[in-house]
């Protein structure tokens, strides 16, 4: 179905290719899952196949790729718009139209699709993908999980032979994820459509795969996920502890897992205790926040303590950035007092904000604003009235490979989270705020992430981080808040919280339940 | 009646019909009467939508316009009539700035003359206001014809990106904060520009790609020669239209003439144009009766008012006249907010 004949591609201005000599066949009907490091060149291959590369980026690319017998040489994206539908990472920035069932329609609409054609086929996708209670709805309403299921449709409705999905889950809450990925596997067994697929969150999506296409400096594998998942650090949790524990075939997911650790669970585990935090340093009394006539926040209490990472969980939209947003000072409470320390937030500005609250935003860029990393650490040495240097040497002692003259747009995910920590972590605040910080990180990504945290908490910082990642929650967290439509639903210790309920347990969990078991090293302690 | 779209086509002609009316008479209470329908209409029908907004900005543009119209007159209008309301103190400007006075004497002519002439172009801007927030803009893009598809499309895109640009805005700015930095000035705008502008381009190439991988601007192939054809004839068209209107604002005869070629010719250019384009329409709306009386009571409201009223203001100032027919047919005008079907009732957000 998509042919790879030996491709090379490079970009306009590089003189290293990102991908080379790529040969590769993926049946029909068979979901590919390509894996790699963060800037491994995922993307590059995926929009290959729907010919956004090379004609929408530009560059160079040698050799061929055929998809369903059709050459993206002498096809345009919109010439392979009914043979390939493609999803991004961000469902939002993709949307044409108003409402789900226009978005649904656009595609037909722009290759000419008879009327009576268009209308059965929506109403098809419609039930396909459970949409019909939502076919009214303007797409700005719904939850990130019913977006990307939109999308998924939007791409579907005119029948393509192939999906292209960028990271489908990346932005979504465990819910909205299994809604998506339960939708993905039912359009690869009912509908036999071959499905290319690009995901940082193994522990969900390496279970449904045929073959995983491994991308490591430039070169790519065809391979069986068993095989793909040995050797190398993008490994979901469940598979490092197959690994572990020497089991034989490696478990790709939670259930044979399970079947291979009956000996395991009758182990004895004491649990190692986590932070218990110090002094309270941040108090957020009775608050509440609407915006318009929802309630964002509804009457919360939450006190954070210095020395402990809590993790700020709940599903899309249940209030956690609102949280983050009233500690950060950045939205004041309709009711209720918020107190770091004894500030109010939103009165602090400039240096004083800076010695109490350090936050990164989702998209850490915004936070930038010169044309070089250089520029950026200068800017903040001036401001916070440090020696020259020291911002640039905070970052080096995160990550060692950035060069201080690139564009802070230009560098990776884990990168820039890296400099947005060493410019706001200058003046040694008391609080940390990240929002959903672990977007588009890897497994090694993320390790780095988190020993960056526990520095910062051994050093008595307080560090709230609101997340949908759950393993990453297990191995780096104290504390767990849960919010769930504007209340706190759970504020307890990270181990109650995580293994109390089957939607919030890491997979080592999942696998050595009852025992309260969080991470691979925990395991390995039995 | 079932809630429904009213075809935004009726809208726009109902509003023009009623703008080109408040255009053609100097009578303040016609206008008046504009504006009463107008807002009636847009507050019975309005549907609960962001742009619905749209009616209360153009009152206030419109109320600025008078103002402004006013403010002229007494400072730099010319002395009309007799009826001296007050003098304000002349200036004596230099010869190079001879035939414009400034100051003087203030008649109860110049300031009716001012209200009356800032009434009709703010009743034309409220009449606008109307159209704009009772049909859906995207919706009315959508109804184009196949050959103003693309004109359509970069529209819908300008449309779904400004409000992410002020999302960007607000984002940034907070960041900013967060930073230390001065929110407010002209460094902070210029700083945080950068930012706002390199996430709202990564916006729009998102946008862009997403378009092309989901068939947008998929043509069949045609000769240049066609192109030109084609082009040619929207242009001169939309030059013809343009001259037109001016000539028949100005009452000029051969006005309707220029206005009824240079239609022809766009319309002839824009069928051309839709040869090429492959695209169907998914679930259009319909043109039923309430979409026919929409309009209907619209154009006959400009055609009533443009045959019985006059656009010219009588020295020494009288009372108006209310011409009956014009009365009629505008009160007509106010018939769709009740015999239209009411717009889509708003989603319940989760």
Not at chain 1, 258 to 272: D, G, H, S
Request: charge should be neutral; charged fraction near 15%.
């Amino acid at each position: 179905m998509i042919r790879f004949a030996d491709v090379t591609f490079t970009h306009a201005q590089s003189g290293r290719p990102v991908v080379s000599n790529v040969d590769l066949t993926i049946p029909e009907g068979d979901l590919a899952l390509v894996i790699g490091r963060t800037g491994s060149g995922k993307s590059t291959l995926l929009n290959m196949v729907n010919g956004l590369v090379p004609h929408f980026t530009g560059g160079t690319l040698r050799g061929e790729v055929r998809v369903n017998g059709m050459d993206t040489r002498t096809n345009a994206p919109r010439d392979l718009a009914g043979i390939v539908g493609t999803v991004g990472q961000n469902p939002r920035a993709g949307f044409t139209t108003d409402t789900v069932e226009e978005e649904l329609a656009y595609t037909m609409e722009s290759l000419g699709f008879a009327p009576d054609t268009m209308r059965r086929r929506v109403e098809e996708t419609l039930d396909l993908l459970g949409l019909a209670p939502l076919r009214h709805r303007p797409l700005d309403t719904l939850s990130g999980g019913e977006q990307q299921r939109v999308a998924i449709g939007a791409a579907l409705t005119a029948g393509p032979a192939v999906l292209v999905l960028d990271e489908p889950t990346s932005a979504l809450d465990p819910a909205g994820a299994e809604e998506v990925l339960a939708a993905i596997a039912r359009l690869v067994h009912d509908l036999a459509i071959t499905v290319l697929m690009a995901e940082h969150r193994l522990e969900r999506v390496v279970e449904f795969a045929d073959h995983v296409i491994r991308i490591e400096d430039g070169h790519c594998e065809l391979l069986d996920p068993a095989a793909a998942m040995v050797g190398h650090g993008l490994q979901p949790p469940v598979v490092r502890l197959g690994q572990a524990m020497g089991w034989e075939p490696v478990p790709l997911s939670v259930r044979s897992a399970r079947r291979q650790a009956v000996q395991l669970r009758t182990a004895t585990f004491e649990a190692p205790a986590r932070r218990t935090g110090h002094d309270g340093v941040a108090t957020v009394a009775n608050t509440t926040v609407t915006y318009g006539h929802t309630g964002a926040l509804r009457a919360v209490d939450v006190q954070l303590r210095s020395g402990q990472i809590t993790a700020l969980m709940g599903r899309n939209g249940a209030g956690k950035s609102t949280l983050i947003n009233v500690l950060a000072g950045t939205r004041a409470p309709d009711r209720g007092r918020v107190r770091v320390h004894e500030d109010d937030p939103t009165t602090l500005r400039g240096q004083a904000l800076l010695r109490r609250i350090a936050y990164v935003p989702q998209d850490p860029s915004d936070l930038f604003y010169t044309d070089s990393v250089r520029g950026e650490c200068d800017a903040t040495d001036r401001d916070t009235g440090q020696e020259p240097g020291s911002a640039l040497a905070r970052l080096r002692q995160l990550v060692d490979t950035v060069d201080p003259d690139n564009h802070p747009r230009d560098l990776s995910a884990g990168q820039q989270l890296a400099l947005a920590l060493a410019i706001q972590l200058a003046s040694a605040p008391d609080i940390v705020l990240l929002d959903e910080p672990t977007r588009g990180l890897d497994y090694p990504g993320k390790v780095a992430f988190g020993s960056w945290l526990n520095r910062l908490a051994e050093a008595g910082c307080s560090i709230l981080v609101a997340t949908h990642d759950v393993e990453l929650v297990a191995v780096i967290g104290d504390r767990v808040i849960v919010l769930a439509d504007g209340e706190v639903v759970t504020d307890a210790d990270v181990r109650t919280a995580l293994t109390s309920s089957p939607a919030f347990a890491p997979q080592v969990q999942k696998v050595l339940a009852p025992l309260p078991v969080l991470t691979v090293e925990e395991a390995c302690s039995l | 009646m079932t809630n429904r779209w009213l075809h935004p086509g009726a809208w726009w002609l109902w509003a023009l019909g009623l703008g080109a009316a408040a255009t053609r008479t100097a009578n303040p209470l016609l206008l008046g009467l504009i504006v009463a329908v107008a807002a009636l209409v847009v507050s019975s029908r309005r549907p609960q939508a962001q742009w619905a907004g749209a009616f209360a900005v153009f009152v206030r543009i419109a109320v600025l316009v008078v103002v402004i119209r006013v403010g002229f007159t007494v400072l730099f209008g010319l002395r009309v009539g007799t009826t001296d309301l007050f003098t304000l103190p002349s200036a004596t400007l230099p010869d190079w700035m001879a035939g414009v006075t400034l100051g003087g004497a203030v008649t109860a002519e110049m300031l009716a003359i001012a209200v009356i002439q800032g009434s009709q172009l703010a009743t034309l801007l409220i009449c606008v206001g109307a159209a704009n927030s009772l049909a859906s803009p995207v919706r009315l893009l959508k109804a184009l014809p196949p050959g103003l598809y693309h004109v359509g499309v970069a529209g819908v895109v300008a449309l779904s990106l400004a409000p992410r640009i002020m999302v960007n805005v607000r984002r940034v700015m907070q960041a900013r904060r967060m930073r230390g930095r001065p929110t407010r000035g002209l460094r902070a705008a210029a700083e945080s520009s950068v930012p706002v502008l390199e996430s709202s381009l990564d916006d729009a190439i998102n946008l862009a790609a997403a378009m092309d991988t989901r068939g947008y601007g998929r043509a069949t192939r045609t000769s240049p020669g066609e192109r030109a054809l084609q082009a040619g004839l929207v242009l001169a068209g939309l030059m013809g239209i343009a001259l037109g209107l001016f000539a028949v604002l100005g009452a000029s005869g051969w006005g309707w003439l220029l206005l009824a070629l240079g239609l022809a010719m766009a319309i002839t250019g824009i069928l051309v144009a839709g040869r090429r384009i492959v695209r169907t329409r998914y679930r259009p709306d319909p043109w039923g009766w309430p979409e026919t009386l929409t309009a209907a009571t619209g154009i006959s409201a400009a055609i009533a008012v443009i045959a019985v009223s006059s656009s010219t203001i009588t020295i020494p100032l009288t009372w108006p006249a209310l011409p009956p027919v014009a009365v009629a047919a505008i009160l007509a005008a106010a018939l769709p907010a009740v015999l239209t079907p009411p717009p889509p009732v708003p989603w319940r957000t989760a």
